[in-house]
């Protein structure tokens, strides 16, 4: 059965520190790994990684993928207070016509001032 | 763009009751998806479509019907309501062709109470 564990689960952490979520799977037909931020509404896209040791970066957020190991880590440097948010990993598969996303449980981070 | 959008917000049922969450998408992409969001269980996918006239069961399909007759609405209707069916909906689309597949854009959600 195909699954996405994150963790942790939840982490509070205070301005400036920096953190890693971690991403583990084991789904068959691979074909991406994506995370998403989601701030008590729809999930935003973060990343897409496809290639393993291709480090994505956008401002103090970086994200790399491991497919020998079958996992992700997404860091967040200096973190600040507007960072809150669930942090969702999901794996697309091939799946029929196209892809279908296969989502973790989450990681709730809470970053205090 | 207004993107994906969904109606209504919230709602609140009891059970037994049959209703229909809209979505619609003016970005003229192929596939859309339905999930549901549960505390601690990430989104789970009810149903998809990969265009009009084409829709396919995910992981959580019981109780749920979709179908799509245009490539812009893809409306999920709860049959008889039931208090397991009380969760979030989002509904989701991408363009079809190569990797953009995978990059779905999620609509703000629906908020289903069932009592």
């Known amino acids: 059965e195909d699954k996405v564990v994150q963790s942790p689960l939840s982490l509070v952490v205070h301005e400036g520190d920096t953190v890693t979520l971690n991403c583990s799977y084991e789904?068959?037909?691979?074909?991406?790994l994506l995370w998403y931020k989601q701030e008590k509404k729809a999930p935003t896209f973060l990343f897409m990684l496809t290639s393993s040791g291709i480090e994505k970066k956008s401002g103090r957020l970086s994200s790399i993928l491991d497919k020998k190991e079958l996992f992700s880590i997404l860091n967040i440097t200096a973190t600040q207070t507007g960072d809150s948010a669930v942090y969702l990993c999901a794996v697309c598969k091939v799946y029929n016509q196209g892809g279908k996303l296969i989502f973790g449980q989450g990681t709730e981070l809470s970053v205090k001032p | 763009n207004a993107g994906v959008t969904q109606t209504p917000k919230f709602q609140v049922l009891k059970t037994g009751q049959s209703m229909t969450l809209q979505c619609a998408q003016d970005m003229n992409h192929e596939y859309m998806s339905w999930y549901r969001q549960d505390p601690g269980m990430g989104l789970r996918l009810i149903h998809y479509s990969v265009g009009a006239g084409i829709t396919d069961q995910g992981e959580v399909p019981n109780g749920y019907n979709v179908s799509r007759s245009t490539t812009e609405d893809f409306p999920l209707r709860l049959l008889s309501a039931a208090p397991s069916q009380t969760s979030v909906y989002f509904c989701?689309?991408?363009?079809?062709?190569?990797?953009?597949?995978?990059?779905?854009?999620f609509g703000p959600g629906t908020r289903l109470t069932v009592l």
């Open positions: 789904v068959t037909n691979f074909r991406s």
């Open positions: 989701a689309s991408s363009p079809r062709g190569g990797r953009s597949t995978d990059t779905q854009y």
